[in-house]
């Protein structure tokens, strides 16, 4: 039985990185053309029919360009800090049930690596841990651009995960548990979380903008600038890393929040997986239809809209929720 449990979590761990990965490519394929649709251009269409072919050609241009290091930068730490966004982004999908469970051959498959019954707080820490990626990229750089972005993404993703955190902590309440499993079960038999704790639903979303650098939060890198930001030294699958590291929490945010708050996969029929498929997709596609209608707010805003907005509205909510519980 050990072992083939083993061998389970194997292939779990081997197809969230396989799937993720991919995902990712594909995923940038979607935004060009989502943005190309909303700004009536066509977007990728030479390679390939309609341009699908253009997620191998950058895969393979990824993989097959130059690892420039350039010189004087502290070699170790630039070298290990675009492994530490990836791997942190895929490390918290260890507590996160893409699908209900399912039976093959009398065997139950539970497509999440580990139910832990703090998942939701593992989760977010270790998402949490993946803003050093970008601050020792940026550091380590030597150019003083990067060096500005890697200190302004910090401080956008250290403000934000407040937020994550208090948005959090009314719907922990009524549920009772840090289990994402628990949580998705406790919406089978009322109604979703969102119809509970709208305001907490916001929050949580505002603070996925930021936690994933997207606009209209996009301070890490602003399109609008000339350089990329802390990435600007980095070049081949290093730079790639990065970006699959961004796409990769992306979907993983799209996860968290159908689940915390829009059921998640039900009651673990077929209808329910697909309509968490469903709105993961939804979520995605929210992340790419805010970049085309949406530009980058100022740094100071930012700062703003979180200390001074955000931040009260979640503790008002969560005392509230609480006043609520007592009687």
């Known amino acids: 039985m050990e072992t083939a449990y083993l061998i389970e ?14 995902l990712a490519g594909i995923g940038t394929y979607f935004e060009r053309k989502v943005l190309a649709f909303m700004q009536r251009r066509l977007g990728p269409m030479n390679v390939g029919p309609y341009g699908i072919a253009q997620v191998a050609a950058d895969g393979i241009k990824l993989f097959t360009k130059e690892d420039i290091v350039p010189t004087n930068v502290v070699g170790p730490i630039f070298k290990i800090a675009p492994v530490i ?15 209900p469970s399912f039976e093959i051959g009398g065997y139950v498959v ?6 832990i019954n703090v998942g939701i707080l593992y989760v977010l820490a270790v998402m949490a841990v993946g803003f050093y990626g970008p601050l020792l990229g940026g550091m380590a750089s030597a150019n ?15 403000s934000y995960e407040v937020i994550t955190g208090l948005s959090l902590l009314a719907p922990l ?7 994402l499993i628990d949580l998705n079960n406790f919406q089978i038999e009322g109604y979703w979380m969102v119809v509970y704790q709208p305001v907490a639903m916001v929050l949580f979303l505002i603070a996925g903008f930021a936690e994933t650098g997207r606009t209209p939060f996009h301070l890490v890198a602003n399109d609008h600038e000339i350089i ?12 790639g890393l990065f970006f699959i ?8 945010y799209a996860f968290l929040i159908s689940i915390l708050f829009f059921g998640g996969f039900g009651d673990g029929s077929v209808l329910g997986a697909f309509a968490l498929l469903g709105k993961v997709s939804f979520f995605f596609f929210f992340f790419l239809w805010t970049r085309a209608a949406w530009p980058d707010v100022r740094p100071d805003q930012l700062m703003w809209l979180c200390w001074k907005v955000l931040m009260p509205l979640a503790v008002i909510n969560i005392v509230i929720t609480g006043f609520v519980m007592m009687f």
Do not use: C, H, Q
Not at 110 to 115: F, G, K, R, T, Y
Not at 173 to 179: A, E, H, K, N
């Open 245 to 252: 590291g961004e796409y990769a929490n992306m979907f993983f």
């Open 144 to 158: 003083k651009y990067a060096l500005l972005s890697a200190a302004r993404g910090a401080a956008v993703f250290i």
């Open 85 to 99: 966004t990836a791997a942190t982004a895929f490390m918290a999908a260890a507590a996160i049930p893409f699908l």
């Open 228 to 239: 990329d930001g802390f990435g600007t030294e980095y070049s081949g699958m290093r730079w």
């Open 110 to 115: 539970n497509p999440i690596v580990s139910d």
């Open 173 to 179: 309440m009524m549920v009772g548990s840090f289990s």
């Open 9 to 22: 979590t194997v292939i779990k761990i081997v197809t969230i990185l396989l799937v993720f990965s991919a």
